[in-house]
């Protein structure tokens, strides 16, 4: 039994926690656990040397001490034999063992490091952070949730009068809101800050004196181990700030005066200019002067338009604003607005469109400018932020008083979009100047942050109210409104469209579109003509609605269809011999034109009613023509046979600028192409991944992912039995481009402006790999082939602008053959939209020093003004593009200047060539 005793206090001894050292009379170490060990390491380097060499500090108790009085314990620095390693700090416990001569000493050690070292981090911290508080430049104050003042820094001195003596254990109000005007909005706060938890004004209190003060308050609640102690409140003093906005809003109200009275005095003999130089073109001038008067005219008109704006904006700002109120068309007023924003809406692949109610008076009295400007900025907002699906104006209006005819109406505006919505948190600002909703350093968006709040200012300057509606989930959209007081014109200027007709009354109409929205609006234009619709989803549902053997008179088809397109219904619905007008409604841009003879017409988006009214009189009526734009697209535009008709080809067009889809797929479509469109190479991967075409077109430079990189990974990602014909489109032609794009993987190399034989020999060489081509396919290829001295005389006068290159312009008009005439000025308008964009693309890339963007910008830039014949244009933009790609950004300022001086130019030589054109298509 003693054996078993004196092995567990043996055990107890090698196992303790603490560390033990057993001592003889003569204070040598005699035992030592393995605790003891872990401080000082083996004990083989100690036993039998003195405590000293351990513990320097260590003495014994007095000899005349009892063992009760000799337990003892101290705190002690430990030091490892020979002085290796850090010293240690450790509580000794010493305790004796009396013997029969002489006695023994047992010091038990807990090692006290760590805490030590955690109470030295936890004391500097303490000393930090109240070093914080006392050199804080805004007063800090703590309270308890009582509002009781616990502590009260210098700061808060400094700003309120009171010392922390006078301050510590008082309410807060009795401090700083005992101010009758100032104490209910103290109280407000206090009720906010118990039932928030937080807090943040601008409001103000009173400093011991009397004086009330501008400040910033923060509260914010304290809390330890889960529960709340109190709060923290920081106050900022904001009476200079405050002192700085209202001298700032002063200097700005007569700023805005002194720019509303010089824009007034500068318009008047601007005005005077205009008027003049319109006397003198109707006199007899030479050709040369009168080029000259021109174009005095266009640019003081330009210059009237932009003092204009700065007029209006200031008159606002002043408080001047008066509304114009004379009559205008409502409709035309709104569809004027989506036609504008149309080209921005197909590069997105986005659905414009209105509704305006029945009851809604056509001819109103009111300021068209200030409404256009309105709905520009709201449906532009709703572009810029929507991905998927589109936008949608409506109108709704009742009569609030007056006869029948000349009443006032109250309306109401709404743009409803499809986008990802607006958060509640961030609404609440969303009317105020330069508010962004992505205001980060990296945001998608750009723009100044002024456009709503400008259209706030519109909206109350005509009597009107402004709001915004979100769930603030994405897909669910946006909806931004106003309204206005509108008088109905005198009958003398309605021009209604006809409500009633013969031809429509009965007649079933089937709606095939997947965008549930667009398929309403449709359907109820359709009801007010007295047309029966019927609407589906989807190319399936509308065989279904067929094969149920339902009769219809016409059928309106969506293009661009997931799943099934138009195209491909249509194609089906001719196979079963279903033999009913189709109308396409297609977004120009968005892919290839459709097969000849499957529809009678095609309608663009976003659509007029006017033009959906007289396709439809069209279709039922053998008395009524159909309109330019259906003949148009029914005619052919190449003269014989064409290549296509013989060997189509499923073609991929990869291009990113919107001129240049346009050019490239009327070119492709004299030669009988049909091609779908991809905007950058991550696009055309995917594409190809999804379809098999024949051949690609592939633009080089391209944002996300570019010609060569896109080439290099189909060429790596699809089967060789998948692989299409490659063809480069770049307007650089050297050598070593070519090159680049052999390597890359490319088939064939073309360079822009893409001319019809030099597509028409590429797009033969890929027939040719996959088969000889056929004698009348290599006769239509040399049939194209055109001296130059017969596509001059092709050119007609009125389409020789001087400044433009006549050589150019006369191929571009040879190669979009018959639609020249009707297509030319559509396609010069998306180039003055374009353009610009392209140049201040480039002035972006140069702010952030991105020479790969701007050199992107720049080429394609140079390829838009080739295809017009501005070749001063082309030059500055060559030479930017020459010297981006080189890295070298020295002068580039200067030059994207002078290249914008050269835009400015082409851009009033194409004005003039498109106002010449269509003058001589109405001629």
Excluded at 736 to 743: I, L, N, T, V
């Amino acid at each position: 039994m003693a054996d078993l005793a004196s092995g567990a206090h043996a055990a107890v001894f090698e196992h303790s926690r603490d560390g033990v050292l057993v001592l003889d009379a003569g204070q040598r170490i005699v035992e030592v656990n393995r605790a003891a060990e872990r401080i000082f390491g083996p004990r083989s380097a100690y036993l039998g040397q003195p405590v000293a060499a351990l513990l320097p500090g260590w003495r014994p108790p007095e000899a005349r001490a009892s063992a009760e009085t000799a337990l003892r314990e101290t705190e002690l620095a430990g030091q490892r034999p020979g002085g290796v390693g850090p010293a240690v700090y450790l509580r000794v416990m010493t305790l004796p063992i009396p013997g029969e001569h002489e006695t023994g000493w047992v010091l038990q050690l807990q090692d006290m490091t760590a805490r030590l070292e955690v109470e030295a981090s936890l004391r500097q911290q303490k000393e930090f952070f109240e070093a914080v508080v006392i050199n804080s430049p805004v007063a800090i104050i703590t309270i308890t949730r009582q509002f009781r003042v616990l502590s009260w820094n210098p700061e808060a001195t400094r700003l309120f009068g009171y010392t922390p003596a006078e301050a510590l254990g008082k309410h807060i109000f009795d401090l700083v809101a005992s101010e009758p005007s100032v104490l209910p909005e103290a109280e407000l706060a206090s009720r906010e800050v118990v039932l928030r938890g937080r807090l943040h004004s601008v409001t103000r209190r009173v400093r011991k004196d009397g004086s009330v003060v501008d400040v910033e308050l923060r509260a914010l609640p304290v809390s330890v181990g889960g529960r709340q102690l109190g709060f923290i409140a920081i106050y900022h003093d904001i009476t200079d700030l405050e002192r700085a906005r209202k001298a700032a809003e002063a200097a700005n109200q007569a700023k805005s005066l002194f720019l509303a009275t010089m824009s007034h005095e500068i318009r008047t003999p601007m005005n005077a200019i205009i008027g003049m130089t319109g006397l003198l073109l109707d006199r007899a001038l030479t050709e040369e002067q009168r080029d000259f008067v021109a174009t005095i005219r266009q640019s003081s008109e330009a210059l009237l338009t932009l003092l204009n704006d700065v007029l209006d904006f200031s008159k606002i700002e002043a408080g001047r604003f008066e509304a114009e109120l004379r009559p205008f068309d409502l409709r035309q007023c709104v569809e004027s607005v989506l036609d504008l924003l149309a080209v921005r809406a197909s590069e997105k692949n986005l659905d414009l469109g209105c509704d305006i109610a029945q009851q809604v008076p056509q001819m109103l009295v009111g300021d068209a400018s200030r409404i256009r400007q309105v709905l520009l900025n709201l449906v532009g907002n709703a572009l810029k932020f929507t991905e998927q699906g589109g936008a949608v104006v409506s109108v709704e209006g009742a009569a609030v008083s007056g006869e029948e005819g000349s009443a006032e109406w109250a309306l109401t505006f709404s743009v409803q979009d499809t986008g990802p919505g607006i958060p509640e948190d961030r609404r609440a600002g969303l009317f105020q100047p330069f508010n962004q909703l992505d205001a980060s350093v990296s945001r998608r968006f750009g723009g100044t942050g002024l456009g709503l709040a400008i259209s706030k200012r519109l909206v109350e300057a005509m009597g009107g109210t402004i709001w915004v509606e979100s769930e603030g989930i994405p897909g669910r959209g946006t909806t931004f409104s106003f309204t206005l007081r509108a008088q109905a014109a005198p009958q003398a200027y309605a021009v209604h469209l006809r409500q009633e007709q013969p031809l429509l009354q009965g007649r079933r109409v089937l709606i095939v579109d997947d965008n549930a929205l667009f398929r309403r609006l449709l359907g109820r234009q359709l009801r007010a003509w007295g047309v029966e619709p019927v609407e589906t989803a989807s190319g399936p549902e509308a065989l279904s609605q067929f094969e149920s053997g339902t009769g219809y008179d016409v059928a309106l088809i969506d293009h661009h269809m997931p799943g099934m397109d138009g195209a491909t219904l249509a194609e089906r619905l001719r196979r079963e011999g279903q033999g009913l007008p189709l109308l396409l409604l297609s977004t120009p841009g968005r892919r290839g034109n459709p097969p000849e003879g499957l529809f009678v017409g095609v309608l663009s988006r976003p659509l007029k009613t006017s033009q959906l009214y007289d396709a439809l009189i069209s279709c039922f009526s053998q008395h009524v023509p159909p309109t330019r734009e259906l003949q148009a697209s029914r005619a052919g535009p190449f003269p014989g046979v064409r290549p296509g008709d013989s060997a189509p080809l499923d073609i991929l067009l990869v291009e990113d600028n919107a001129t240049n889809q346009k050019l490239a797929l009327l070119v492709l479509e004299r030669l009988g192409y049909r091609a779908d469109v991809a905007l950058n190479g991550r696009q055309a991967l995917q594409a190809v991944c999804q379809k098999r075409y024949d051949v690609v077109l592939m633009d080089l430079q391209m944002p996300e992912m570019d010609g060569l990189e896109a080439t290099r990974r189909i060429r790596q990602e699809l089967p060789p039995r998948a692989q299409p014909w490659v063809v480069a489109m770049t307007a650089n032609a050297m050598d070593s481009d070519r090159e680049q794009c052999f390597a890359a993987g490319m088939d064939d190399f073309l360079g822009k402006p893409i001319r019809v034989d030099a597509l028409t020999t590429a797009l033969l060489r890929c027939q040719g790999r996959r088969s000889e081509a056929a004698p009348e396919q290599r006769a239509s290829a040399a049939a194209v082939v055109t001296p130059l001295s017969t596509l001059m005389d092709g050119l007609p006068e009125s389409a020789r602008i001087e400044g433009l290159e006549p050589t150019a312009l006369a191929r571009l008009w040879a190669e979009l053959g018959a639609q020249a005439g009707l297509v030319l000025p559509e396609l010069i308008d998306t180039a003055l939209h374009s353009m610009p964009a392209l140049l201040e693309d480039a002035y972006a890339a140069l702010a952030r020093g991105h020479a790969d963007d701007l050199g992107r910008a720049a080429h394609t830039l140079k390829s838009n003004a080739a295809w017009f014949g501005a070749t001063a244009l082309e030059a500055h933009a060559r030479a930017i593009e020459q010297q981006a790609d080189a890295g070298n950004l020295g002068d580039m300022a200067a030059r994207l200047e002078r290249c914008r001086a050269e835009l400015d130019a082409a851009r009033v030589l194409l004005g003039r060539l498109r106002d010449s054109l269509q003058a001589l298509s109405r001629g």
